[in-house]
């Protein structure tokens, strides 16, 4: 069975670990062990009898609900079956473009969606030591300079009002989080500006960046969110856009017709709206993130980087391939290897953030591997 790209392929773990599915204890895909949220299931339940039914076309109990979550209009609101379809949208748009940025190391599915539409990828990448950008390989004469905070994009010679940037804010695989004012300054530079914010919820309200609460200030802005990580609903599949209804029009005319299931929609009115859940969630992952990040630390040739996200990226002084494997064959455990993120290699390795017991459950078998 092939290696796969993605966390959460617990098939390809259970085989090469020699267990049920069952067994697998899954860091690899960063989904909150909290839920799914009761809500969500009582909704899912409620709605067994309209699967003899379609889905209503323009989904308005659903873009109401999300519309007034975000304090915005229901018009500038796309459900989508998960953030992959609309990355999809988001890479034939972008391709359109003379060149769309990429700050690396980056998410698969970016590139996925833009090689699918032949766009030019122009790729900055961010140093994981310090977190900062460096320069770029990009040599010729004029120099045009964008700054993210303390990251400096060196853009030498290159026009970027015809071009796209794509980033994710909190950033995966490092979990660095950019602010609010270190981005809004490139809106004014390129023609698109995608955020994906596909773990911005793990943020609280006090401290969170999202860019939502300007896009009706930037008809070049699209912030997309995903409701499958923060509620640990990734089966159902379900995200949405948040973008200019002359932009969200045009991608419905592309798409095949309703993308989200009926199960998924009830789920989604539901868990937005349940605000004890959301608090649980928000008091719970701090301080089992830095208890998770503090016992890594502890271990001999690892180095945990500082995550505002519900995982956290490491850096290992053994092969993340190797230690894969054996924590499979040995101890049914199953981390993110970041082979896929070509420039972090066989060094890294992702986790996700879990409950204490389980945390505490890989920290024993890494110790156990690697101190021995």
Not at 285 to 308: E, K, M, V, W
Request: proline fraction near 6%.
């Amino acid at each position: 069975m092939q290696q796969p790209a993605h966390g959460g392929n617990l098939a390809w773990a259970a085989a090469l670990a020699g267990c049920p599915r069952d067994a697998i204890l899954d860091f690899s895909a960063s989904i909150s062990p909290l839920g799914p949220p009761d809500s969500a299931i009582a909704a899912i339940q409620s709605q067994i009898g309209s699967l003899r039914h379609y889905p209503e076309p323009e989904y308005s109990e659903l873009r109401l609900a999300l519309s007034h979550f975000h304090q915005l209009p229901p018009e500038w609101i796309l459900p989508g079956n998960g953030s992959a379809e609309l990355l999809t949208l988001v890479g034939r748009e972008l391709a359109e473009l003379s060149a769309t940025i990429l700050l690396t190391p980056a998410f698969g599915d970016y590139y996925r969606t833009l090689t699918a539409y032949n766009a030019k990828v122009l790729e900055f990448p961010i140093g994981v030591s310090h977190l900062s950008i460096v320069n770029s390989h990009l040599l010729t004469n004029n120099d045009t300079s964008l700054s993210v905070g303390s990251q400096r994009l060196e853009i030498q010679g290159q026009r970027t009002s015809d071009k796209g940037l794509l980033l994710n804010n909190p950033h995966n695989p490092t979990g660095k989080m950019f602010s609010r004012q270190e981005i809004l300054p490139l809106l004014e530079e390129f023609a698109l500006v995608v955020v994906d914010e596909a773990f911005m919820d793990f943020v609280p309200p006090e401290t969170e960046q999202s860019l939502i609460s300007v896009v009706q200030e930037h008809k070049n802005l699209v912030v997309l969110r995903s409701l499958t990580k923060f509620y640990s609903l990734p089966g159902l599949r379900l995200g949405y856009a948040i973008a200019h209804p002359d932009r969200l029009s045009r991608w419905q005319t592309w798409r095949d017709p309703w993308p989200v299931n009926n199960l998924a929609a009830a789920a989604a009115i539901a868990v937005i709206s349940d605000q004890n859940f959301q608090q649980q969630t928000w008091q719970w992952l701090p301080p089992t993130r830095d208890q998770l990040f503090q016992g890594l630390a502890a271990i001999q040739g690892l180095q945990p980087h500082t995550s505002a996200a519900n995982f956290l990226l490491v850096t290992s002084q053994t092969s993340s391939l190797q230690l894969q494997q054996q924590l499979l064959q040995h101890h049914q455990i199953l981390i993110r290897d970041c082979l896929s993120f070509k420039e972090l290699g066989d060094r890294f390795f992702r986790v996700a953030v879990r409950s204490v017991s389980d945390n505490q459950r890989l920290l024993t078998a890494l110790q156990a591997l690697l101190n021995n």
